[in-house]
């Protein structure tokens, strides 16, 4: 993963605004660094710390990690937090637990990790507004889409969710379909008529609902 495309991640607005100001200033260390898994945990009910991180990935909770984060890259040295625990940078991001899913709530899973789904058409479930989300363990603004679209999966059946995980730019997946995508969350959606709707760059869960009600027009 390129540190350019790392570093749009999470909102390049929010990265290169908040944070440009003070760049200059610093020294030779680079202020910001590139978003990693380490931050995510082991189990999804891993408990929270006062920071707001799972307990058991948290730097200030365990200074001894540290190091294995910087060495990796993911380290926000204006915040002395890694990049991929800096709320100060990453407004979006959260590790909350998910809400839990409704029987009924038409989610599955078309990539696992980062191998390759040739083609998505097959996919769509006709009848239904179907939702593929490409994301990654690290993005914390494609955990918002997931909060989001658990919401919608609990209001309603005629919406599948279909989620495919990236892993990293350089998987079959994320060739395939992020050639021209500077950020994650990336969704694609699907009417009922089993066609493309829109695609969605970025967070932008109004965008994200109005695709939705396109799609479910049709
Ligand atoms: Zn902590
Ligand atoms: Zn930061």
């Known amino acids: 993963m390129s540190l350019a495309k790392s570093l ?3 909102g390049a607005v929010l990265v290169t605004a908040g944070c440009a100001s003070s760049r200059s200033a610093t020294s030779t260390e680079a202020p910001h660094g590139q978003l990693s898994s380490l931050s995510v945990a082991s189990s999804p ?3 929270l710390c ?3 991180v799972p307990r058991e990935t948290c730097t200030r909770c365990n200074p001894h990690l540290v190091e294995k984060f910087k060495a990796a890259k993911d380290w926000c040295g204006e915040h002395g937090v890694p990049e991929s625990q800096c709320h100060t940078c990453h407004p979006d991001l959260s590790f909350d637990p ?3 899913l409704a029987e009924g709530a038409d989610l599955r899973r078309l990539s696992e990790a980062g191998e390759d789904v040739p083609e998505l058409g097959s996919h769509a479930v006709k009848g239904k507004v179907t939702v593929f989300d490409f994301y990654a363990d690290w993005c914390g603004p494609c955990r918002s889409v997931d909060a989001h679209m658990y919401g919608v999966l609990n ?3 005629d919406v599948a969710y279909r989620k495919l995980n990236v892993v990293s730019w350089d ?7 992020l050639g021209g995508v500077p950020n994650l969350p990336f969704l694609i959606v699907y009417g009922k008529d089993g066609r493309e709707v829109a695609r969605v760059t970025g967070l932008d869960l109004d965008a994200l609902d109005k ?4 799609g479910g027009s049709r």
């Open 50 to 52: 006062e920071h707001r």
């Open 155 to 157: 209001g309603r059946t």
């Open 8 to 10: 749009f991640l999470g």
């Open 98 to 100: 998910l809400p839990a």
């Open 211 to 214: 695709a939705i009600a396109d």
């Open 171 to 177: 998987t079959p997946v994320a060739k395939r379909y």
């Open 45 to 47: 009910n891993a408990e």
